[in-house]
């Protein structure tokens, strides 16, 4: 069985060929196949995997990929090579990297106690990949980049972006609201369609909605997701006049991790330092990412942020 891990060393490679600021903002914003897709995300992944490792129980980790791909399964897009892991943290949260790579952190599985839960978790990441949520928002990224060059008349070789800083970047930053209520919507479908009861992502958002805005362990998410009871409200506007249709489905009981797995690091109050990173620049301002080292944002600082350490 393949898992994230086996990734996580995949060298580093220039996304300026994607994305080429010596040209023109259109050609910079150009559509990005799917082996190109797939390479940015094992990149993305990889990152993360350096700041936060996979829970050291190979089983759980087999299993929620089954239950992963089975989701997956249902989309349109089920030809991706898939991958799911759950990392060691205690902060609750889900990512999604493009080309198939999806991350849920043991908090937030440590709140689940149905597979149907699972199934709405996971299937709200695909939604993210299958409608290339991160990728529209580094092409956009790329597109201001190159326009602000191009005003400046700055001809200076430099890297436009680059798949480990515009990764990190969304990753810190979250999605905007509407493609976060698509993927609710997307994880709800997904779920149905593999034979659970489409109200698990219903259950996680009460429970996430029951816990305090100011649990540590909630900060990121709280920072790059809209409100449990907004994403609630939203669901509801899309269910109600669906719910007399919907599946009853199955919610078979998850897979707890092995007790003989040590804790999860600790949540630490700083869940959020490493978006606040990349906001050093002055409002307005192009945010052009750079290598570390250079003055620029450093994509693994994010990361180490993102998860308190």
Do not use: C
């Amino acid at each position: 069985m393949s898992t994230l891990a086996v990734h996580a060393g995949a060298a580093s490679f220039d996304l300026g060929r994607l994305f080429d600021a010596g040209k023109d903002v259109t050609a910079a914003a150009k559509s990005i196949d799917e082996k190109e897709e797939i390479e940015i995300g094992r990149e993305v992944a990889g990152r993360t995997l350096g700041a936060a490792p996979l829970v050291a129980d190979p089983e759980l980790q087999a299993y929620v990929n089954r239950v992963g791909r089975w989701v997956a399964m249902q989309s349109e897009r089920p030809d991706l090579p898939w991958h799911f892991g759950v990392l060691n943290t205690a902060s609750v949260n889900a990512f999604a990297a493009p080309g198939g790579y999806v991350l849920i952190t043991r908090g937030l599985y440590e709140l689940l106690d149905s597979e149907a839960q699972l199934a709405g978790v996971l299937g709200h990441e695909i939604g993210h990949i299958v409608q290339r949520h991160h990728l529209k928002v580094m092409q956009q990224s790329a597109a201001v980049s190159a326009g602000a060059r191009l005003a400046q008349r700055d001809n200076r070789p430099q890297l436009v972006n680059n798949p480990i800083g515009t990764g990190a970047e969304v990753l810190a930053r979250g999605l905007d609201k509407d493609a976060e209520f698509e993927a609710d919507r997307i994880g709800v479908v997904l779920a149905a369609r593999a034979g659970y009861s489409p109200y698990g992502l219903v259950d996680v958002l009460h429970r996430l909605a029951a816990r305090a805005a100011d649990d540590a362990s909630l900060a990121l998410l709280f920072k790059t997701h809209p409100a449990p009871g907004e994403r609630l409200t939203q669901l509801g506007d899309a269910l109600a006049p669906r719910v007399a249709q919907l599946p009853a489905g199955k919610e078979p009981a998850i897979r707890e991790v092995n007790p003989n797995v040590p804790p999860p690091m600790a949540a630490k109050p700083v869940a959020a330092d490493g978006a606040r990173a990349l906001q050093q620049e002055e409002p307005g301002a192009a945010q052009t990412l750079k290598p570390a080292g250079k003055g620029g944002v450093d994509p693994a600082g994010i990361l180490r942020g993102i998860f308190g350490r």
